[in-house]
Protein backbone atom coordinates (compact mmCIF):
# COMPACT_ATOMS: atom_id res chain seq x y z
CA UNK A 1 0.00 0.00 0.00
CA UNK A 2 1.30 3.27 -1.34
CA UNK A 3 2.35 6.08 1.54
CA UNK A 4 -0.07 8.18 -1.07
CA UNK A 5 -2.62 6.14 0.38
CA UNK A 6 -3.58 4.44 -3.03
CA UNK A 7 -4.97 1.17 -2.15
CA UNK A 8 -8.37 -1.56 -1.51
CA UNK A 9 -9.08 -3.30 1.49
CA UNK A 10 -9.73 -7.20 0.17
CA UNK A 11 -12.75 -9.13 0.02
CA UNK A 12 -14.05 -10.62 3.22
CA UNK A 13 -13.00 -14.42 2.97
CA UNK A 14 -16.05 -15.84 4.23
CA UNK A 15 -19.79 -14.65 2.27
CA UNK A 16 -20.63 -12.42 4.74
CA UNK A 17 -18.92 -10.72 7.38
CA UNK A 18 -20.42 -10.96 11.13
CA UNK A 19 -18.01 -8.68 12.79
CA UNK A 20 -15.92 -5.97 11.54
CA UNK A 21 -13.61 -4.52 14.46
CA UNK A 22 -11.36 -1.24 14.17
CA UNK A 23 -8.58 -1.22 16.64
CA UNK A 24 -5.97 1.11 15.60
CA UNK A 25 -3.22 0.71 18.06
CA UNK A 26 -1.24 -1.77 19.78
CA UNK A 27 -3.00 -1.62 23.15
CA UNK A 28 -6.22 -2.23 21.24
CA UNK A 29 -5.28 -4.87 19.29
CA UNK A 30 -4.26 -6.78 21.98
CA UNK A 31 -7.45 -6.08 24.45
CA UNK A 32 -9.93 -6.40 20.86
CA UNK A 33 -7.69 -9.83 20.51
CA UNK A 34 -8.74 -11.28 23.76
CA UNK A 35 -12.65 -10.53 23.17
CA UNK A 36 -11.90 -11.70 20.13
CA UNK A 37 -10.32 -15.71 21.30
CA UNK A 38 -13.21 -15.52 23.56
CA UNK A 39 -16.04 -15.10 21.44
CA UNK A 40 -14.68 -17.41 18.71
CA UNK A 41 -14.35 -20.22 21.26
CA UNK A 42 -17.83 -19.94 21.89
CA UNK A 43 -19.00 -19.77 18.12
CA UNK A 44 -16.44 -20.64 16.07
CA UNK A 45 -18.61 -20.54 13.16
CA UNK A 46 -18.61 -16.58 13.14
CA UNK A 47 -16.93 -14.51 10.15
CA UNK A 48 -14.98 -11.66 11.18
CA UNK A 49 -13.01 -9.14 9.65
CA UNK A 50 -10.32 -6.43 11.17
CA UNK A 51 -8.45 -3.03 10.51
CA UNK A 52 -6.16 -4.23 13.42
CA UNK A 53 -2.82 -5.68 14.26
CA UNK A 54 -1.60 -9.62 14.54
CA UNK A 55 -2.65 -9.93 17.62
CA UNK A 56 -6.45 -10.16 15.71
CA UNK A 57 -5.50 -12.05 13.12
CA UNK A 58 -3.39 -14.86 15.75
CA UNK A 59 -7.19 -14.53 17.15
CA UNK A 60 -9.06 -15.92 14.01
CA UNK A 61 -9.66 -12.22 12.31
CA UNK A 62 -9.46 -11.46 9.02
CA UNK A 63 -6.92 -8.48 8.72
CA UNK A 64 -7.63 -6.17 5.91
CA UNK A 65 -4.96 -3.77 6.62
CA UNK A 66 -2.47 -3.51 9.97
CA UNK A 67 -3.56 -0.39 11.41
CA UNK A 68 -1.24 -0.84 14.58
CA UNK A 69 1.67 -0.29 11.61
CA UNK A 70 0.05 3.30 10.24
CA UNK A 71 -0.60 4.43 13.75
CA UNK A 72 0.58 7.55 14.35
CA UNK A 73 0.73 10.23 17.51
CA UNK A 74 0.67 13.95 17.75
CA UNK A 75 -0.66 16.55 14.84
CA UNK A 76 2.44 16.98 13.05
CA UNK A 77 2.84 13.24 12.29
CA UNK A 78 -0.96 13.14 11.59
CA UNK A 79 -0.34 16.20 9.24
CA UNK A 80 2.60 14.58 7.31
CA UNK A 81 0.66 11.49 6.88
CA UNK A 82 -2.76 13.19 6.19
CA UNK A 83 -3.13 11.93 2.36
CA UNK A 84 -2.79 8.17 3.85
CA UNK A 85 -5.50 8.85 6.56
CA UNK A 86 -7.94 10.24 3.97
CA UNK A 87 -7.55 7.62 1.61
CA UNK A 88 -7.86 4.92 4.86
CA UNK A 89 -10.44 6.37 5.54
CA UNK A 90 -12.84 6.40 2.20
CA UNK A 91 -11.94 3.24 1.50
CA UNK A 92 -13.17 2.03 5.18
CA UNK A 93 -16.33 3.30 4.45
CA UNK A 94 -16.58 2.26 1.00
CA UNK A 95 -15.71 -1.70 2.21
CA UNK A 96 -18.25 -1.41 5.10
CA UNK A 97 -20.82 -0.47 2.49
CA UNK A 98 -19.96 -3.07 -0.15
CA UNK A 99 -19.95 -5.81 2.44
CA UNK A 100 -22.53 -5.22 5.37
CA UNK A 101 -20.86 -6.45 8.46
CA UNK A 102 -23.79 -7.11 10.95
CA UNK A 103 -21.94 -5.23 13.31
CA UNK A 104 -18.69 -2.99 13.54
CA UNK A 105 -17.28 -2.65 16.68
CA UNK A 106 -14.65 0.21 17.83
CA UNK A 107 -12.00 -0.01 20.22
CA UNK A 108 -10.23 2.96 21.53
CA UNK A 109 -8.21 4.91 19.22
CA UNK A 110 -11.43 7.93 19.30
CA UNK A 111 -9.42 9.95 16.41
CA UNK A 112 -10.13 7.76 13.95
CA UNK A 113 -12.72 5.62 14.96
CA UNK A 114 -15.64 8.56 16.44
CA UNK A 115 -15.48 9.99 12.94
CA UNK A 116 -15.88 6.79 11.46
CA UNK A 117 -19.21 6.02 13.70
CA UNK A 118 -20.03 9.54 12.20
CA UNK A 119 -19.87 8.48 8.24
CA UNK A 120 -21.52 5.43 8.90
CA UNK A 121 -24.55 7.45 10.84
CA UNK A 122 -24.30 10.11 8.07
CA UNK A 123 -24.42 8.03 4.77
CA UNK A 124 -27.57 5.93 6.37
CA UNK A 125 -25.25 2.85 7.21
CA UNK A 126 -25.66 2.57 10.58
CA UNK A 127 -28.81 2.30 12.74
CA UNK A 128 -28.82 5.32 14.20
CA UNK A 129 -28.62 6.38 10.43
CA UNK A 130 -31.71 4.49 9.66
CA UNK A 131 -29.67 1.41 7.80
CA UNK A 132 -28.76 -2.25 9.29
CA UNK A 133 -25.45 -2.17 10.70
CA UNK A 134 -24.56 -1.98 14.48
CA UNK A 135 -22.25 0.42 15.81
CA UNK A 136 -20.63 -0.34 19.29
CA UNK A 137 -17.66 0.84 21.26
CA UNK A 138 -15.30 -0.54 23.56
CA UNK A 139 -13.00 1.33 25.97
CA UNK A 140 -13.95 4.89 26.28
CA UNK A 141 -12.45 7.73 25.29
CA UNK A 142 -11.68 9.97 28.92
CA UNK A 143 -14.82 11.87 28.73
CA UNK A 144 -14.61 12.31 31.91
CA UNK A 145 -11.15 13.60 32.01
CA UNK A 146 -11.54 16.10 28.64
CA UNK A 147 -14.23 16.78 25.71
CA UNK A 148 -16.71 15.31 27.66
CA UNK A 149 -19.31 16.97 25.62
CA UNK A 150 -18.49 14.00 23.27
CA UNK A 151 -20.74 12.04 24.94
CA UNK A 152 -23.65 13.30 23.39
CA UNK A 153 -22.54 12.63 19.58
CA UNK A 154 -21.51 9.39 20.87
CA UNK A 155 -24.47 8.58 21.99
CA UNK A 156 -25.87 10.14 18.47
CA UNK A 157 -23.75 7.77 16.62
CA UNK A 158 -23.28 4.64 18.50
CA UNK A 159 -25.80 1.46 19.55
CA UNK A 160 -23.77 0.48 22.58
CA UNK A 161 -21.09 1.16 24.61
CA UNK A 162 -18.83 -1.61 26.74
CA UNK A 163 -15.98 0.34 29.62
CA UNK A 164 -13.56 -1.27 31.69
CA UNK A 165 -13.71 0.94 34.50
CA UNK A 166 -16.58 1.12 36.80
CA UNK A 167 -17.46 4.85 37.54
CA UNK A 168 -18.01 5.19 32.97
CA UNK A 169 -21.51 3.99 32.76
CA UNK A 170 -22.19 7.19 35.20
CA UNK A 171 -19.96 9.42 32.88
CA UNK A 172 -23.12 8.61 30.49
CA UNK A 173 -26.10 8.92 32.49
CA UNK A 174 -27.34 11.94 30.96
CA UNK A 175 -27.34 10.60 27.27
CA UNK A 176 -29.74 7.39 25.74
CA UNK A 177 -26.09 5.57 25.18
CA UNK A 178 -26.64 1.71 26.57
CA UNK A 179 -23.04 1.51 28.55
CA UNK A 180 -22.03 -1.63 30.47
CA UNK A 181 -19.26 -2.01 32.28
CA UNK A 182 -16.98 -5.14 31.31
CA UNK A 183 -14.04 -5.16 33.71
CA UNK A 184 -10.35 -3.75 33.00
CA UNK A 185 -7.95 -6.35 30.42
CA UNK A 186 -5.44 -6.00 32.77
CA UNK A 187 -7.19 -8.13 35.25
CA UNK A 188 -8.06 -10.76 32.50
CA UNK A 189 -7.16 -14.45 33.65
CA UNK A 190 -4.72 -14.97 30.72
CA UNK A 191 -3.37 -11.44 30.57
CA UNK A 192 0.73 -11.24 31.34
CA UNK A 193 1.49 -8.70 33.49
CA UNK A 194 5.22 -7.08 31.96
CA UNK A 195 6.23 -5.93 35.83
CA UNK A 196 6.03 -7.44 39.19
CA UNK A 197 6.75 -6.68 42.95
CA UNK A 198 10.33 -7.89 44.51
CA UNK A 199 10.96 -6.24 47.40
CA UNK A 200 14.89 -6.57 46.93
CA UNK A 201 14.18 -5.67 42.98
CA UNK A 202 16.00 -3.08 41.41
CA UNK A 203 13.84 0.34 40.93
CA UNK A 204 11.64 1.20 37.55
CA UNK A 205 11.83 4.11 35.41
CA UNK A 206 9.28 5.05 33.69
CA UNK A 207 8.85 8.44 31.69
CA UNK A 208 6.38 7.27 28.95
CA UNK A 209 6.12 6.83 25.41
CA UNK A 210 5.74 10.09 23.50
CA UNK A 211 9.13 11.92 22.84
CA UNK A 212 8.27 15.45 23.96
CA UNK A 213 6.96 14.49 27.40
CA UNK A 214 9.98 11.68 28.06
CA UNK A 215 12.42 14.45 27.50
CA UNK A 216 10.33 16.51 29.86
CA UNK A 217 9.67 13.51 32.53
CA UNK A 218 12.84 11.29 32.37
CA UNK A 219 15.27 14.34 33.70
CA UNK A 220 13.68 14.76 36.80
CA UNK A 221 13.12 10.46 37.37
CA UNK A 222 16.58 10.04 37.23
CA UNK A 223 17.58 12.73 39.29
CA UNK A 224 15.56 11.71 42.00
CA UNK A 225 16.69 8.20 41.24
CA UNK A 226 20.47 9.49 41.83
CA UNK A 227 19.72 11.62 44.85
CA UNK A 228 18.09 7.82 46.47
CA UNK A 229 21.71 6.46 45.86
CA UNK A 230 20.99 3.05 46.39
CA UNK A 231 20.52 -0.59 44.15
CA UNK A 232 19.98 -0.33 40.50
CA UNK A 233 16.96 1.11 37.91
CA UNK A 234 15.64 -0.52 34.80
CA UNK A 235 13.97 1.80 32.58
CA UNK A 236 11.49 0.76 30.08
CA UNK A 237 11.44 2.09 26.82
CA UNK A 238 8.82 1.47 23.93
CA UNK A 239 11.42 2.21 20.35
CA UNK A 240 14.05 3.25 19.60
CA UNK A 241 13.15 7.01 19.12
CA UNK A 242 12.76 6.89 22.73
CA UNK A 243 16.25 5.44 23.73
CA UNK A 244 17.68 8.47 21.51
CA UNK A 245 16.06 10.04 24.09
CA UNK A 246 16.94 8.45 27.35
CA UNK A 247 20.48 8.40 26.51
CA UNK A 248 20.82 12.00 25.65
CA UNK A 249 20.17 12.69 29.38
CA UNK A 250 23.16 10.56 30.02
CA UNK A 251 22.10 7.92 32.64
CA UNK A 252 24.96 6.22 34.51
CA UNK A 253 26.19 2.63 34.72
CA UNK A 254 23.65 1.38 37.21
CA UNK A 255 20.87 2.44 34.97
CA UNK A 256 19.90 -0.13 32.38
CA UNK A 257 17.41 0.59 29.43
CA UNK A 258 15.20 -2.43 28.46
CA UNK A 259 13.07 -2.60 25.43
CA UNK A 260 8.99 -3.00 26.12
CA UNK A 261 9.10 -5.88 23.74
CA UNK A 262 11.10 -8.02 26.08
CA UNK A 263 8.17 -8.48 28.52
CA UNK A 264 5.44 -7.55 26.09
CA UNK A 265 6.29 -10.24 23.19
CA UNK A 266 5.44 -13.04 25.42
CA UNK A 267 8.68 -14.40 25.87
CA UNK A 268 10.12 -12.35 28.81
CA UNK A 269 9.29 -12.59 32.51
CA UNK A 270 8.13 -9.48 33.89
CA UNK A 271 10.40 -7.44 35.14
CA UNK A 272 10.81 -7.56 38.95
CA UNK A 273 10.96 -4.30 40.97
CA UNK A 274 10.93 -2.79 44.89
CA UNK A 275 9.95 0.77 44.03
CA UNK A 276 8.59 2.99 40.63
CA UNK A 277 9.09 6.30 39.51
CA UNK A 278 6.57 6.94 36.76
CA UNK A 279 4.37 9.11 34.43
CA UNK A 280 0.56 8.84 34.82
CA UNK A 281 0.64 6.39 31.80
CA UNK A 282 -0.60 2.50 30.96
CA UNK A 283 2.63 1.37 32.71
CA UNK A 284 1.60 3.19 35.95
CA UNK A 285 -1.49 0.93 35.75
CA UNK A 286 0.44 -1.92 35.42
CA UNK A 287 3.01 -0.94 38.66
CA UNK A 288 -0.34 -0.67 40.74
CA UNK A 289 -1.55 -3.96 40.21
CA UNK A 290 1.35 -5.73 40.62
CA UNK A 291 1.55 -3.91 44.18
CA UNK A 292 4.87 -2.05 43.47
CA UNK A 293 5.07 1.09 46.11
CA UNK A 294 6.04 4.45 43.91
CA UNK A 295 4.89 8.01 42.84
CA UNK A 296 4.44 9.96 39.75
CA UNK A 297 6.07 12.29 38.85
CA UNK A 298 4.64 14.58 35.86
CA UNK A 299 6.30 17.39 33.93
CA UNK A 300 4.50 19.29 31.07
CA UNK A 301 5.02 22.44 28.59
CA UNK A 302 4.22 25.00 31.08
CA UNK A 303 1.94 26.72 29.14
CA UNK A 304 0.35 22.90 28.22
CA UNK A 305 -0.06 22.83 31.71
CA UNK A 306 -1.80 25.56 32.45
CA UNK A 307 -4.21 24.71 29.32
CA UNK A 308 -4.46 21.48 30.68
CA UNK A 309 -6.06 22.79 34.22
CA UNK A 310 -8.60 24.58 32.65
CA UNK A 311 -9.75 21.85 30.04
CA UNK A 312 -9.02 18.62 31.93
CA UNK A 313 -11.54 18.25 35.03
CA UNK A 314 -9.76 15.37 37.52
CA UNK A 315 -8.51 15.43 40.65
CA UNK A 316 -5.44 13.05 39.98
CA UNK A 317 -3.60 12.00 36.64
CA UNK A 318 -2.46 8.58 37.96
CA UNK A 319 -6.00 6.35 36.89
CA UNK A 320 -5.36 4.20 40.11
CA UNK A 321 -5.36 7.34 42.30
CA UNK A 322 -8.39 8.22 40.61
CA UNK A 323 -10.16 4.69 41.09
CA UNK A 324 -9.39 4.33 45.11
CA UNK A 325 -9.96 8.22 45.52
CA UNK A 326 -7.17 8.81 47.16
CA UNK A 327 -3.05 9.07 46.22
CA UNK A 328 -1.93 5.45 46.31
CA UNK A 329 0.75 7.13 43.81
CA UNK A 330 1.57 10.44 45.43
CA UNK A 331 1.52 12.85 42.29
CA UNK A 332 4.70 15.30 41.57
CA UNK A 333 3.80 17.77 38.97
CA UNK A 334 5.79 20.52 37.59
CA UNK A 335 8.12 22.13 39.52
CA UNK A 336 7.37 19.77 42.60
CA UNK A 337 8.69 16.70 41.26
CA UNK A 338 12.37 17.65 42.63
CA UNK A 339 15.52 15.30 43.13
CA UNK A 340 14.85 15.28 47.15
CA UNK A 341 11.12 14.82 46.94
CA UNK A 342 11.37 12.23 44.57
CA UNK A 343 14.15 10.33 46.89
CA UNK A 344 12.20 10.42 49.68
CA UNK A 345 9.30 8.62 48.00
CA UNK A 346 12.11 5.73 47.03
CA UNK A 347 13.70 5.58 50.44
CA UNK A 348 10.11 5.29 52.28
CA UNK A 349 8.75 2.79 49.40
CA UNK A 350 12.03 0.21 49.97
CA UNK A 351 12.11 1.01 53.46
CA UNK A 352 8.83 1.47 55.21
CA UNK A 353 6.92 -1.73 55.71
CA UNK A 354 3.78 -0.04 56.49
CA UNK A 355 3.87 1.72 53.03
CA UNK A 356 4.63 -1.42 51.56
CA UNK A 357 1.40 -3.15 53.08
CA UNK A 358 -0.54 -0.23 52.44
CA UNK A 359 -0.02 -0.63 48.60
CA UNK A 360 -0.77 -4.47 48.81
CA UNK A 361 -4.12 -3.39 50.53
CA UNK A 362 -4.64 -0.93 47.05
CA UNK A 363 -3.87 -3.31 44.91
CA UNK A 364 -6.11 -5.91 45.79
CA UNK A 365 -8.51 -3.24 46.20
CA UNK A 366 -8.02 -2.15 42.64
CA UNK A 367 -8.21 -5.77 41.26
CA UNK A 368 -11.40 -6.38 42.92
CA UNK A 369 -12.76 -2.77 41.51
CA UNK A 370 -11.64 -3.59 38.15
CA UNK A 371 -12.83 -7.97 38.03
CA UNK A 372 -15.42 -8.82 35.54
CA UNK A 373 -19.08 -8.17 37.30
CA UNK A 374 -21.53 -10.64 37.33
CA UNK A 375 -23.04 -9.37 33.85
CA UNK A 376 -20.04 -10.92 31.90
CA UNK A 377 -17.10 -10.21 30.02
CA UNK A 378 -16.15 -7.80 27.46
CA UNK A 379 -16.44 -11.05 24.92
CA UNK A 380 -19.97 -11.70 26.50
CA UNK A 381 -21.58 -8.11 25.99
CA UNK A 382 -20.18 -8.53 21.99
CA UNK A 383 -21.91 -12.03 21.75
CA UNK A 384 -25.26 -9.79 22.66
CA UNK A 385 -24.60 -7.31 19.65
CA UNK A 386 -24.53 -9.92 17.44
CA UNK A 387 -27.66 -11.56 18.42
Request: hydrophobic share 45%; aromatic share 8%; with cysteine.
Amino acid sequence: MSAGGHFQLPAPHADRVDLLVVAGEHSGDEHAARMIRELRAAEPQLAVAALGGPQLAAAGAQLLHDLTASSVVGLVEVLRNYPFFKALFAETLRWIAAHRPRVVCFVDYPGLNLRLAAALRERGLSRPGGGSIRTVYYISPQIWAWKAKRRFTMARDLDAMAVIFPFEPACYADTTLPVEFVGHPFVAPDHRPPVRYDPVGPILLLPGSRRQAVGRIFPPLLAGFRAFGEREAIVLYPSPEIRDVLLAAQPPANVRLAPVGEVHDGAGEPIAAAAVLTSSGTMSMHCALAAIPGAIAYRANPLTYVLGRLLVQVEYLGIANLLLREPMYPEYIQNAATPAALAAELRSCVGDPQRRARTAAQAAQLRALLSVPATGTAADWLARQLR
